[in-house]
């Protein structure tokens, strides 16, 4: 999957901030507890989403249901400023009703919509794993062929997604991108 300069430098960086808030010193999962307090504390936080869109965006971190991701997908290949109105996305996203309650106090700000739209991004690119990763340099040319034969029908997928992406931010009233 092909991500925008904006959303690959943001993509590690809301990963850090997660796993920063997962474990206490003991090593005790604590997350729940320190993004709801995370939660409470949008009011300031408020004050940070132009500058680091990542320590605010994690307060929406599992708030978000994705039902069109070819959408989304297209949408990380944009830069910051090219994103579409929050609206528009409403047919691939759907915010968990606690989530909903802190996107609706968001959008009062001149720049919540962004900030919803960016951690909306963030949330999908961290639930998705990191192909590079996933693959496995054993050297066995069969496994290297079944690999590459999987990434021909996953660049295909990807294509096709990215193509009834475009198509739908056209119908939204935005230009193709080539």
């Not at 300069?5 to 320190?34: C, H, P, W």
């Not at 961290?126 to 062929?145: I, L, W």
Request: aromatic share 8%.
């Amino acid at each position: 999957m092909r991500t925008s300069a904006f959303f690959g430098q943001l993509r590690s960086a809301y990963a850090s901030e997660i796993d920063d808030m997962t474990f206490d010193s003991e090593g005790k999962n604590v997350l729940n507890q320190r993004l709801a307090q995370r939660r409470k504390e949008l009011g300031f936080l408020r004050q940070m989403m132009e500058l680091s869109p990542e320590m605010v965006s994690v307060v929406f971190h599992q708030g978000f249901r994705f039902k069109n991701p070819a959408l989304i997908e297209h949408l990380l290949t944009l830069e910051s400023d090219e994103f579409p109105d929050w609206d528009t996305l409403s047919d691939a996203v759907v915010l968990e009703p606690w989530a909903r309650q802190l996107a609706d106090e968001l959008c009062k700000e001149p720049m919540g919509e962004w900030l919803l739209t960016v951690a909306a991004g963030l949330e999908y690119l961290f639930a998705k794993p990191d192909r590079a990763a996933a693959h496995d340099d054993s050297g066995d040319e069969d496994e290297d062929k079944d690999r590459h034969e999987g990434e021909d029908e996953e660049e295909k997928a990807a294509r096709e997604r990215e193509e009834a992406g475009q198509d739908w931010m056209v119908e939204q009233g935005f230009d193709r991108k080539e």
